[in-house]
């Protein structure tokens, strides 16, 4: 399988965070593959009409995305209920934890995006709108953060763990974890883990 890749997407790193967490690494041949909203890649584009990555190509040619629909491929090529709970409440409380850390990736790309346009074209109303949304998500990690510590390590926990690291990798310095020490304490354990070193965020 194809995987179009990049060491500095987000998305990128959930799909190969959970192939690594689900042994399956060895399998995605990585294609490094550049994208931006300003510009358009001919090469990705015949795979996704989207543009966007990750993309996975499977050996049939068949090319799948987004980068939930990938982990759900992999977990079920695992044998299934391994990183997504088959049913139940179980799976609704993963997705709901997923959701909200897919979300909050998605806020912290826009809230880039919007911060390294020009002066003179730099929406402050969308930069404090986005710093509202940002300290909110926080406030409710912090308060679920026992909780979903205790879960068993899934889709959900792959969302938030690589969304706080992007804001790290992306917005360095920020003390946000001295607000936050029950997330913050969480967020250790998670980058120990041998995937999520596997799988750290790098430019190049």
């Known amino acids: 399988m194809k995987i179009h890749w990049s ?6 790193r ?20 550049v994208v931006a909203m300003s510009s358009s ?39 299934g209920g391994r990183i997504i709970p088959p049913r139940g409440r179980e799976r609704l409380l993963a ?10 990736l998605d806020l912290l790309i826009l809230m880039r995006n919007e911060r390294d346009r020009a ?5 402050e109303p969308h930069m404090k709108a986005f710093a509202d949304k940002r300290a909110a998500t926080l406030e409710q990690l912090e308060r679920e953060a026992p909780e979903f510590a ?35 304490a ?3 354990t998670f980058e120990a883990r041998p995937a999520a070193q596997a799988t750290a965020f790098a430019d190049g």
């Open 7 to 12: 060491p500095r997407s987000p998305y990128v």
């Open 14 to 33: 959930k799909v190969m965070l959970a192939a690594h967490e689900l042994g399956l690494q060895d399998r995605l041949e990585r294609q490094r593959t």
């Open 41 to 79: 890649n001919a090469d990705l584009r015949a795979d996704n009409p989207l543009n966007k990555i990750p993309t996975l190509v499977l050996d049939d040619g068949l090319a799948i995305f987004d980068s939930y629909v990938i982990c759900e491929y992999l977990d079920d090529l695992a044998g």
């Open 95 to 104: 997705q709901r934890l997923h959701a909200l850390g897919q979300g909050f």
């Open 119 to 123: 002066d003179t074209l730099r929406s």
């Open 150 to 184: 205790r879960a068993p390590f899934g889709i959900g926990h792959i969302a938030i763990g690589c969304a706080l690291s992007y804001w790290d990798f992306r917005f360095g310095g920020d003390p946000w974890r001295e607000a936050h020490p029950q997330l913050a």
């Open 186 to 188: 969480w967020h250790a």
